[in-house]
């Protein structure tokens, strides 16, 4: 069955940088996009971002370029998420999420990984 | 891209139908056929209910429903059960990117 299983939480101090990684199984990795998705506390849904695990292309939300960078290990199919320079307006879930082959949707989530920051 | 909007909260009582609304732009919604739904229950991941604006994933009930005309996509569920009461948020492919709305939450009278 398809998984999603992302690393644990975070804490971390304003200024630092946290990587965040998401291991697929149970489809092949380089067909289908991958997607990042945060919440902060008690609020909605953020797009942040997808990688083509195939190919390593990338695309971000224009609020998170020049400090998220995506990335893949294919050989380990899995994808990692790294937010740069982090503020308290970085603490929140961050969810890996899979993009459904023939369409926009995210089919498949991961468990999300809460980053806390804080000094 | 500012966010798809949606009303902060709807409610109904068990057996009613209620409608949700998504209302985006011609640079979203309204021009792409790519509008999912998401259900999601207190600290959990959300889920797809709905995506291509009204197809249903397989294992979700057929009380969930979803529309769209002009720059606005509905969810519609009919018959409420109390596990319904969740968050929902919709969203919108917008040509290279994907914009989420700011979530409704329902409550099950």
């Known amino acids: 069955q398809v998984q999603l299983v992302q690393s644990g939480a975070e804490v971390k101090k304003p200024g630092a940088s946290v990587k965040v990684s998401c291991k697929a199984s149970?489809?092949?990795?380089?067909?289908?996009?991958i997607h990042w998705v945060r919440q902060a506390p008690g609020q909605g849904l953020e797009w942040m971002g997808w990688?083509?695990?195939?190919?390593?292309?990338?695309k971000y939300a224009q609020k998170f370029q020049g400090w998220v960078i995506m990335t893949r290990d294919t050989a380990i199919s899995t994808a990692y998420m790294e937010v740069n320079r982090l503020t308290s307006d970085d603490t929140a879930v961050y969810y890996c999420v899979r993009q459904d082959r023939s369409g926009w949707d995210f089919d498949y989530w991961g468990q999300g990984t809460l980053v806390t920051v804080s000094s | 891209q500012s966010a798809l909007t949606q009303p902060a909260s709807v409610s109904g009582s068990p057996g009613q139908s209620i409608t949700i609304s998504c209302t985006g732009t011609s640079s979203d919604a309204g021009v792409y056929k790519y509008v999912s739904w998401y259900q999601q229950h207190p600290d959990k991941a959300p889920k797809l209910m709905i995506y291509d604006v009204s197809h249903r994933p397989s294992g979700v009930p057929d009380r969930f429903s979803g529309s769209k005309s002009g720059n606005t996509a509905s969810l519609t569920i009919s018959g409420l059960q109390a596990e319904d009461e969740a968050d929902y948020f919709c969203?919108?492919?917008?040509?290279?990117?994907?914009?989420f709305g700011g979530g409704t939450k329902l409550t099950v009278l």
């Open positions: 149970g489809y092949t990795f380089s067909g289908y996009y």
């Open positions: 990688i083509n695990p195939n190919s390593g292309d990338t």
């Open positions: 969203s919108s492919y917008t040509g290279s990117t994907v914009v």
